[in-house]
């Protein structure tokens, strides 16, 4: 198979993940602000530690997830009306989604 010119490459899986993450680098850090924390802990008790997607009881182990995501926008993130409690397995499935471009445009 022939290579693709360098302008048009394919980068691998590390390439695209490192890339992920040095965009994600920035506000990374948000979420171990005392602000998140604490929205974090009232948005798994308004949805009484359950899943928002299956029903699932998740406790204080579930996911919060930005229903739209914030894409680094601060009232984004905070706004609490963006938040749901995901079980580990619904929050997979759902970030695999928006990676591929099929939610979260």
């Not at 198979?1 to 680098?25: C, D, F, I, N, V």
């Not at 009306?81 to 759902?94: I, P």
Request: glycine share 8%.
């Amino acid at each position: 198979m022939p290579s693709l010119p360098k302008t048009h490459r394919q980068y691998s899986r590390q390439e695209q993940e490192q890339g992920w993450a040095s965009r994600q680098a920035e506000y990374r850090g948000w979420y171990a602000s005392p602000t998140w924390r604490a929205l974090r802990r009232i948005v798994l008790q308004r949805d009484a530690g359950l899943c928002n997607a299956c029903g699932v009881a998740v406790g204080r182990s579930g996911h919060v997830d930005h229903i739209e995501p914030h894409r680094g926008n601060w009232t984004l993130f905070t706004t609490e009306a963006n938040l749901q409690v995901l079980c580990e397995s619904c929050h997979s499935k759902k970030t695999v989604q928006e990676q591929a471009g099929v939610i979260g445009k």
